[in-house]
C-alpha cells in the first residue's frame, strides 16, 4: 500500500476515534487482503434414529410409515403430520395437565397426545415402550385411530 494510503487511513482512523465512531473502524479493509473470508465451518453429521431416518419430525412421521405399511396400518405423510402439530406443535415431551385425563390421573403424552391406556393398548410391535418416543407415539396412536376412525387421515379434532 503506498505511503499516502496509509498516512490517509490513519488519518481517518484517528479521526473516527476523536469523533467517537470507531464503528467506522470495522468498515475499512484489512491491510493485505485480497478477499473476504467466512469464518470456517465444521462438518457435522444430522443425528438419525436407529433406523437411519433424521432425528426430525419428517425422519419420525417417515420411519412410522415405514412401520405402519409392514403392520398394515393406514395413514399418510399429510394426515400425521396434520394431527401432530394440531396435538404438540411437533414437541415429542408434550404433555397436557390440565384436561379431564390429567384430571383422572392419565395426562396426554407426545406428539400425538396419547393416554398411557390407550398406548399400551395399540402399541406397535417393534418400537420403543415409551410413549414419549416420537415414532412409538406416532404407530400407536396410527393403529388406534385406524381402530377407530379407519386410519388418522380421517381424524380432524381431538381424538
Known amino acids: 500500500m503506498p505511503a ?3 498516512s490517509r487511513r490513519a488519518r481517518l482512523v484517528r479521526r ?7 464503528v467506522a473502524i470495522l468498515a475499512l479493509p ?3 487482503a485480497t478477499t473476504a473470508s467466512a469464518a470456517t465451518t465444521s462438518t457435522t453429521t444430522a443425528s ?9 419430525l419428517d425422519g419420525w412421521i417417515r420411519e412410522s410409515l ?11 405423510y399429510n394426515g400425521i403430520y396434520r394431527n401432530v402439530i394440531r396435538e404438540s406443535s411437533g414437541n415429542q415431551y408434550a404433555i397436557n395437565n390440565w384436561d379431564s385425563n390429567a384430571a383422572a390421573g392419565t395426562p ?9 391406556p390407550t398406548f399400551n393398548a ?9 410413549p ?8 400407536a396412536a396410527c393403529n388406534y385411530a385406524a381402530a377407530v376412525y379407519g386410519s388418522i387421515d380421517n381424524v380432524y379434532g381431538a381424538y
Open 108 to 116: 396426554s403424552k407426545g406428539l400425538l397426545q396419547v393416554i398411557d
Open 48 to 56: 438419525t434414529t436407529l433406523a437411519g431416518y433424521p432425528n426430525t
Open 132 to 139: 414419549y418416543d416420537p415414532v412409538a407415539n406416532i404407530t
Open 66 to 76: 415405514a412401520i405402519m405399511a409392514q403392520k398394515g396400518i393406514p395413514g399418510t
Open 30 to 32: 484489512v491491510v493485505g
Open 4 to 6: 499516502s494510503a496509509q
Open 16 to 22: 473516527a476515534v476523536l469523533t467517537g465512531t470507531g
Open 122 to 130: 395399540y402399541h406397535v410391535a417393534g418400537t420403543s415402550f415409551d
